[in-house]
């Protein structure tokens, strides 16, 4: 069993940046692949991005070149900087993990575990 908890979020104007980390139980970690979703008021949770165990990325072309995730197996940590933001990114961000393989690190049904959200607000 994996427990996630999600810290970081909050009110920041846009162009400011927010730092999400997400801390997680278990003896496992270093061979999960861990991910962060998003979902805004009214819209479905949507793929942020994915850190591989052996510690790639991927990122969503909607965020690709602001957001960034990293990862810190020593500490079972993994964090989401984000930079630049913009209002649309104005959501509920999540943290996930599973034993994924790579062609699903974008497929929010192919995780197991899931943080509660935290909530990150971008005003204009």
């Known amino acids: 069993q994996v427990q996630l908890v999600e810290s970081g979020g909050g009110l920041v104007q846009a162009g400011g940046s927010l730092r999400l980390s997400c801390a997680a139980s278990g003896r496992t970690f270093s061979s999960l692949a861990m991910g962060w979703f998003r979902q805004a008021p009214g819209k479905e949770r949507e793929f942020v991005g994915v850190s591989w165990s052996g510690g790639s990325t991927y990122h969503a072309d909607s965020v690709k070149g602001r957001f960034s995730i990293s990862r810190d197996n020593a500490k079972n940590m993994v964090d989401l900087q984000m930079n630049s933001l913009k209002p649309e990114d104005t959501a509920v961000y999540y943290c996930?993990?599973?034993?994924?393989?790579?062609?699903?690190?974008?497929?929010?049904?192919?995780?197991?575990?899931w943080g509660q959200g935290t909530q990150v607000t971008v005003s204009s």
């Open positions: 996930a993990a599973g034993f994924i393989p790579y062609d699903l690190g974008s497929a929010l049904g192919a995780y197991r575990y």
